[in-house]
């Protein structure tokens, strides 16, 4: 016979329920009115460089915080063309770049800003042989280093392939890619409309040339219709949870929160990316000139995620055999695009595993090495 549970324990969970439901309340009401948002991208950083939109950031890695810088060289962060940098140091206690400063990382981030008009004609080239090395070089003259470890997030991963393979000679350490699409048959309805269906990027530029954020937003939907429903079902399941909120708020907030993509890019993408399938059949050019991603010889690690609906494994799953280094590594995990950086998974294996690809291809420093504040 069911066990018949005790009246007291009875009271309790109705108790419980009470209380959880009237947390559901407040915290829906919070949710609501937009109060009690997170902030996000909270640690200290200075500009260092500038180009039209474009920063460079150093992150302060301040010995009585995170315990000074204690490897080089230095770790230069490119990100994706198309969302926020702040996925990568969304909260306190939960941010990629932290761990990256406790680990002894000297720290810094290539951010595009918001494109505008004025960005409009910014091809590839532009992103791959222009601003990565004049961020580089920046980096090279702050910190005295000779060489940068390079990792590039999303997309920004791909801009940092077409540097590295347009620039075999250049000043890597290594090289860490996460989340990086050079599949793009595999890249779900958005590529298929340009691939298949034909549709030509112009037909979706707005008056500034650029392809808005709404269009990258309704095109990563598209690639999960449920997704909305399955998060407000999520949501409503632990809305009396301060911390759960608080997260929902920070990553929710910045899955929807994308920038323009320049038109000049779009276009290139489209073309040789989406519809050649560039990377995949080597039919890479940059500047005019053919690369080769066989031609990338520094120290490699991909990482990839099982769960990824933006970027999908199959999308991801070739890299590993198209850069041509000898000590090249993948990493697969059982996580989402975002729990790649952010979360449990991230906190307790990719981010550690990365910071171990770095560190055993760092060297450790003394004090006379240690970078000054910028």
């Not at 340009?194 to 990258?216: C, E, H, K, Q, R």
């Not at 489209?270 to 010889?297: C, F, K, T, Y």
Request: hydrophobic share 40%; net charge negative.
């Amino acid at each position: 016979m069911p066990t018949v549970p005790s009246p007291q324990t009875v009271l309790d969970r109705v108790r419980r329920d009470v209380e959880r439901n009237t947390l559901r309340a407040r915290n829906g009401i919070k949710l609501v009115a937009g109060v009690d948002r997170p902030g996000v991208g909270r640690t200290p950083k200075d500009v260092v460089w500038q180009r039209g939109r474009t920063q460079l950031w150093h992150y302060r890695n301040d010995p009585d915080t995170y315990g000074g810088v204690r490897y080089g060289p230095p770790l230069l962060i490119v990100f994706s063309l198309v969302s926020r940098s702040y996925i990568l140091d969304l909260t306190p206690g939960n941010s990629f770049v932290e761990q990256l400063l406790e680990a002894g990382f000297d720290v810094y981030m290539l951010d595009w800003g918001e494109p505008d008009e004025r960005d409009a004609g910014n091809g590839l080239e532009d992103y791959a042989d222009d601003y990565i090395p004049a961020a580089i070089d920046r980096v090279l003259e702050l910190s005295g280093a000779d060489e940068v470890n390079l990792f590039g997030y999303c997309f920004g991963g791909n801009l940092a392939l077409l540097y590295a393979a347009h620039h075999p000679d250049a000043p890597l350490r290594s090289l860490t890619v996460l989340a990086t699409p050079v599949d793009f048959r595999h890249m779900g309805p958005l590529a298929d409309v340009f691939a298949v269906g034909g549709m030509d990027v112009g037909s979706v530029l707005d008056a500034d040339g650029n392809v808005p954020p709404s269009v990258v937003v309704q095109g990563f939907r598209a690639l999960t219709p449920t997704a909305e429903v399955t998060r407000y079902v999520t949501l409503w399941e632990r809305l009396w949870n301060d911390e759960y909120v608080a997260s929902y708020q920070a990553m929710t907030g910045w899955s929807d929160d994308h920038v323009p993509f320049p038109g000049a890019a779009a276009r290139q993408t489209a073309e040789m990316l989406v519809r050649e399938n560039g990377m995949v059949n080597d039919r890479l050019s940059v500047g005019g000139d053919p690369v080769h991603l066989a031609d990338i010889q520094v120290p490699f690690l991909t990482v990839r995620a099982n769960r990824d609906h933006i970027v999908p494994p199959d999308a991801t799953a070739p890299l590993i055999d198209l850069v041509g280094s000898p000590d090249k590594h993948e990493l697969r995990l059982d996580a989402g695009h975002m729990g790649l950086v952010v979360g449990r998974t991230a906190a307790r294996t990719t981010v550690p595993t990365i910071i171990d690809f770095v560190r055993r291809r760092s060297d450790p420093l003394d004090a006379a090495e240690k970078p000054q504040e910028a």
